[in-house]
DNA sequence: CTCTTTGATTTTGTTACCTCA
DNA sequence: TATGAGGTAACAAAATCAAAG
């Protein structure tokens, strides 16, 4: 997945339909159609496989028969083609009853699907999970573990993402930290020099910015725009807050 | 053989609903 | 009847495992 640097708000946002929403919202999510989830679903087990094309109309049951073989129905299905080692789909439980666990991997197709679908919403409810695992032909539950993995996994790159952008800023922002320091010390070491007062043309009255409340002397009439936002100002834009007044560097342009 | 990707499992926390004292 | 406690189920996140490429 391509992350750009517009994805990079501490939103989490990944883009069109891939924002991940915060924490809270999951956990304050209904667990909606309750009716469903409690009285349907309790006690059925969502690993179970779903029904044989024919008559798999129904249900969310996700259910369906029961087979050994789980994966048994879909091996044909979607199976983006052929070829080598059975790219569609390729189910694997231990029917051998070898003990192995040995793993599914899906068609592109279907990754396509769940891609289309997880770009939709990222969390789906039990309905949405029986209908796609229905057209894919997989388990209700192996749908939503891709989502789960999904979402784990589009939440890890995010993070790598704000951390490397955070990176960036700490450096920059160190760099310019550098810079004032020095201008600083060299501000300094001019006001000690005694040829310098002799230069200087004594400000006359001085002007209060508005905003930084600094005062500058009005016969250097500063550009209508004399302030530049610094980087923390930059920043905490770029993250979408509202810089606070005591970290905005307000500077006056010479 | 090593590394990455990714499907699957386990653990843990939260919420809603139900039952019962 | 209202209420709080305890039990249960569903669901998601996080951590982890392990097969496959």
Redesign the pocket.
């Known amino acids: 997945m391509m992350v750009g640097k517009e994805d990079v708000g501490l939103s989490l946002s990944l883009g069109p339909g891939l924002s991940?929403?915060p924490?809270?919202?999951?956990?304050?999510?209904?667990?909606?159609?309750?009716d469903?989830?409690?009285?349907r679903?309790?006690?059925?087990d969502?690993?179970r496989p779903p029904p044989p094309a024919g008559d798999a109309d129904e249900e969310e049951d996700a259910a369906g028969a029961a087979s050994s073989s789980p994966?048994s129905a879909a091996s044909s299905v979607l199976s983006g083609g052929a070829g080598?080692?059975?790219?569609g789909a390729?189910?694997?439980s231990d029917e051998d009853g070898d003990g192995?666990?040995?793993?599914?991997?899906?068609s592109k197709d279907?990754?396509a699907v769940?891609e289309e679908s997880f770009k939709e919403h990222?969390?789906?409810?039990?309905k949405q999970?029986v209908a796609l695992a229905k057209k894919l032909r997989?388990?209700p539950?192996?749908v939503?573990?891709?989502?789960?993995?999904?979402?784990?996994?589009t939440?890890?790159k995010q993070t790598e993402v704000d951390c490397s952008f955070l990176k960036r800023c700490c450096e920059s922002l160190t760099e310019e930290n550098r810079r004032l320091h020095r201008e600083v010390q060299e501000l300094r070491a001019l006001k000690l020099s005694p040829q310098m007062f002799m230069h200087m043309t004594p400000p006359t009255t001085l002007t209060m910015c508005p905003s930084c409340e600094r005062t500058s002397p009005s016969s250097a009439p500063p550009p209508p725009h004399h302030h530049r936002r610094r980087p923390i100002a930059a920043l905490a834009s770029l993250l979408d807050a509202p810089p606070q007044r005591s970290s905005s560097l307000c500077i006056i342009e010479e």
Not at 36 to 39: E, F, M, N, T
Not at 41 to 44: A, E, P, V
Not at 122 to 126: C, F, I, K, R, V
Request: proline share 6%; net charge positive; glycine share 4%.
């Open positions: 991940i929403p924490r809270h919202h999951f956990l304050a999510m209904p667990h909606w159609p309750t469903l989830a409690r009285g679903l309790r006690g059925i969502v690993n994966n080598k080692r059975d790219h390729s189910y694997c192995s666990r040995k793993k599914l991997r899906l279907q990754s769940l990222n969390t789906l409810n039990p999970k997989l388990r539950r192996q939503e573990v891709w989502f789960q993995n999904r979402r784990a996994r939440k890890l």
